[in-house]
């Protein structure tokens, strides 16, 4: 049986090597686009999409049109991490507020009741480096976790499709357990 395949959308991301490292660990093979490259449709050659991190701010929808278009019109399970969910948040009437810069391990309270979590415990720590937050879940969308300044932590679609942290789970343990609960959607 084939690895399943992941479309990795870097948008900018330091960490494309970690995040790479850390599908492969799970078992999945990985394309890299960048936000303008996405492709219209995904026409069965990938079972998943990861959104990086960004340096573009998330309020630039159009630069970012193609990749939305994407993520909403595609059927399979989509994760967005740190700038990559606020990408998906912005599009669907999420504000952004500016907070506390935030780098290193920092911990989160998630909802063990959604797979997204079913490795691991209610508090996790999650690594962060980032200035601005969500600051609540848009029409569609819902928190599933939440940390001090971000009472958004984790974003799950209603259907439970498309899903994001703020934190960039390429890194640390607790990320790697709670991708490992992304995975078990499309392996």
């Known amino acids: 049986m084939a690895q399943p395949r992941v479309l990795v959308v870097n948008n900018g991301t330091l960490s494309l090597k970690q995040l790479r490292a850390r599908l492969a660990t799970l078992g999945s093979d990985t394309d890299v686009v960048d936000a303008t490259s996405v492709p219209a449709r995904l026409d069965g050659r990938h079972q998943a999409i ?15 049109r193609p ?30 507020a500016e907070g506390p810069q935030r780098v290193g391990g920092h911990e989160a309270t998630v909802d063990t009741g959604e797979p997204l979590f079913a490795h691991v415990d209610k508090t996790v720590t999650v690594f962060h480096r980032h200035t601005l937050y969500l600051q609540e ?41 709670i991708l490992r609960g992304f995975a078990a959607l499309y392996q």
Do not use: W
């Not at 990861?50 to 970012?64: E, F, M, P």
């Not at 300044?149 to 934190?167: C, K, N, T, Y």
């Open 67 to 96: 990749l939305i278009d994407l993520v909403m019109g595609s059927d399979v399970p989509v994760y967005g991490i740190c700038g990559g969910m606020q990408i998906i948040a912005v599009a669907n009437g999420g504000r952004l």
């Open 50 to 64: 990861v959104l990086s991190g960004t340096k573009v701010r998330a309020y630039d929808t159009d630069y970012y």
């Open 137 to 177: 879940a848009p029409a569609g969308f819902r928190s599933i976790g939440h940390s001090e300044h971000a009472p958004v932590e984790f974003l799950s679609s209603d259907d439970g499709r498309i899903l994001g942290s703020q934190a960039h789970v390429e890194f640390r343990p607790d990320g790697l357990e």
